[in-house]
DNA sequence: AGCGTATTTGAGACCGGTCTCACATGTCAA
DNA sequence: TTGACATGTGAGACCGGTCTCAAATACGCT
């Protein structure tokens, strides 16, 4: 039954009286800004911590039209990926004195597009978005033509003149093809998570983010440039929900001229390669050779340890924040587009493909080890 | 060269003006309250939409006194812990046509007692926090004294009056440490994360966090009840730090009387338990059996798969949001720490004592709900 | 028609800050 | 003493919404 008396905060005004000045000089005081008299000050300060005056950011919002707040939109905070940059957002955006405010689009357009209008509302200074589709745009240039700057996170949208901070990820699926064609591997999958109507690759037109398609562009002209045909046949898509991945995988490893090799689009991915290979009573890289997309901690205790194409997310989220906030504050030059180089980190799950396995003696460890 | 026209946003003055009615009126049909004639509403809604009306939540928080936003602070977001629970408050605040307001700890009270502030500032109508100490709370008190509601996330703090939800870490630890004790164990380490002067343990004041207290006093019970003497000389703390996880654990493993199981106080910590135990040549289970709270998808991958303490990380985040939001809504009935259930799942890093190993007994999987 | 009641509408205060501007006071030089 | 100029302070407008209140209009019924 206990009501919570409706306290009313204290506001400038409560100082003001207290200490026996008229609100303007209180604000000035408080508000660090224009000039006060010492004796003043301290007056007006001893009130404020008296009666435990904390600032109406809001307010000072409204009049100011500046929040010191970024919004920040991605596909899914759950995904490892997107909290190592979270984290690096976060960290540059307090380091400059903002904080942060996150949406989650759960890689729907729709949803980004509610969360970015709800986010202009509360009149954020300026956003990073990792765009849900290359095509449903309308709510990112409503976002430039409101004038709040705007800075893309990982993807990237052609028709977009902002800022964007991604990784370089044509060259990365071009390296780490180069490196299953150099071990032997001719018949090379890409999995990606990405949603598709249809797991089987038709063409560009199916996919909506750019960085799949420039993954998708890397792993083809690498196979290409090794006189490999058709190289597209063995791209699938739409890996992502649960299950989708395992049949998507078995049903890649069971058909007629089976890959020997995969090229997971993210650690999920990788994480269902296993599992169904385990399923499968396959083995790494003995059967199957794989590298996975970004390095989640643990792709270096598997047994074997997965070959990686290392993002620096971290970074990724920590720069798209810095150069966001040099646009607040004021920087006028072209919108560029910084991307940040990969690493392939080589651990021990390529091997050749079987056809041309001939010394397998000497590399196991202990027993085989069996899921 | 070319500056941006500071763009004055449309206001719900011009869209009355255009509309040919009052402020109050346009204000009525665009903030959906009071009452408005159809052609009214339809010539307003009709002046909104052409000249690109969105209405500014700051001000409307300012007068509302609402600003249908929550705060939260947790310890940090790369963590995947607080990345699923993240995803849970989240999607719970969303359904509630509530918004997220991130910050980041770092697991220091410091920067969590100013994030609580900006927050408070920020006018959020309540907060989730991850509380970094059971010690320094005065912030947390003063959230409460300033009549907003507070949740507090995975840890309680026992002399602050607020909802909390929680998992039962105390049965948790304990039924760990009895499947262990099954097992044929007598020396057991637990190896926590948490911050501490030293790593050894040397009693409860070296502790600030419910959490850890409470699988500390687990462990011991059940090593107690199974007549194991002096427990608490397994336990280390602070395996956090980069380089000082391998220094405890190896420190631990290459001691006398070194101890043949170890139960991990998260997945970062077990993965440098594999780290570690890859270097020194040991394998689980044949030479330490392992248990890790926290079922991180990729502990069903690793050789051998990890027996871990599940635990309801989305749902944690999920009902703290819920509760809350029902606080904001209004209930009043008094404060409660709501449990949640772990579940130990069962795989394969659990084996006997090297010194009982004969009979290579049946390693059977299966899941046992503890709470 | 005339009256009571319900519905629409507009004027203007208000939320809690910032900011402009005018005025008061102090300092110093001529 | 007076004027020029810097400094400190207060009154009040303002940001963009909401909300109260009273006036205007519409509606129902005798």
New interface residues.
């Given amino acids: 039954?206990?009501?919570?008396t409706?306290?009313r905060?204290v506001t400038i005004s409560d100082v003001a009286q207290s200490a026996g000045v008229s609100k303007a000089t209180a604000a000035r005081v408080l508000g660090s800004y224009g000039t006060a008299s010492p004796v003043v000050k301290e007056k007006v300060r001893e009130a404020a911590r008296k009666l435990?005056y904390?600032?109406?950011?809001?307010?000072r919002?409204?009049t100011t039209g500046k929040?010191k707040?970024i919004g920040v939109v991605v596909g899914?905070?759950?995904?490892?990926y997107?909290?190592?940059a979270?984290?690096g957002i976060?960290?540059a955006a307090?380091a400059a004195g903002f904080?942060?405010?996150?949406?989650?689009s759960g890689e729907d357009a729709a949803k980004e597009k509610a969360a970015v209008?709800?986010l202009?509302?509360?009149?954020v200074d300026g956003l990073i978005v990792t765009p849900a589709s290359l095509y449903e745009t309308q709510h990112l240039h409503e976002v430039q033509?409101?004038?709040r700057p705007l800075v893309l996170l990982d993807r990237t949208i052609p028709d977009l003149a902002v800022d964007a901070v991604v990784t370089d990820d044509r060259r990365a699926a071009e390296a780490a093809t180069r490196a299953l064609i150099e071990a032997g591997h001719r018949r090379i999958a890409y999995i990606s998570a990405t949603e598709a109507d249809d797991p089987i690759y038709r063409g560009p037109h199916q996919i909506n983010l750019s960085t799949v398609m420039e993954r998708i562009e890397g792993v083809v002209a690498a196979s290409r440039a090794a006189g490999i045909e058709h190289p597209e046949r063995y791209i699938r898509l739409g890996a992502n929900r649960r299950g989708e991945g395992d049949k998507i995988i078995s049903e890649l490893l069971q058909g007629a001229d089976r890959p020997t090799a995969i090229l997971a689009s993210d650690?999920?991915v990788a994480?269902e390669v296993?599992?169904t290979l385990?399923r499968l009573g396959l083995s790494i890289p003995q059967d199957l050779s794989l590298i996975a997309f970004h390095d989640?901690?643990?792709t270096?205790?598997?047994?074997p340890p997965i070959t990686v194409i290392a993002q620096p997310v971290?970074d990724l989220g920590f720069e798209s924040a810095q150069i966001l906030i040099r646009r607040i504050t004021g920087i006028?030059d072209a919108p560029r587009c910084r991307v940040l180089a990969t690493t392939l980190i080589k651990r021990q799950s390529i091997g050749a493909p079987p056809e041309l396995q001939e010394s397998r003696a000497g590399l196991q460890k202990?027993t085989a080890?069996i899921?």
């Fill in positions: 039954m206990k009501r919570t409706s306290k905060l435990g904390q600032a109406n950011e809001l307010a919002s409204m929040s707040t899914d905070i759950e995904n490892p997107f909290g190592q979270v984290r976060s960290d307090h904080d942060v405010i996150l949406s989650n209008r709800v202009l509302g509360k009149r033509r409101s004038g650690n999920v994480l296993f599992k385990r989640a901690d643990w270096s205790v598997t047994s971290y006028g202990s080890q899921g």
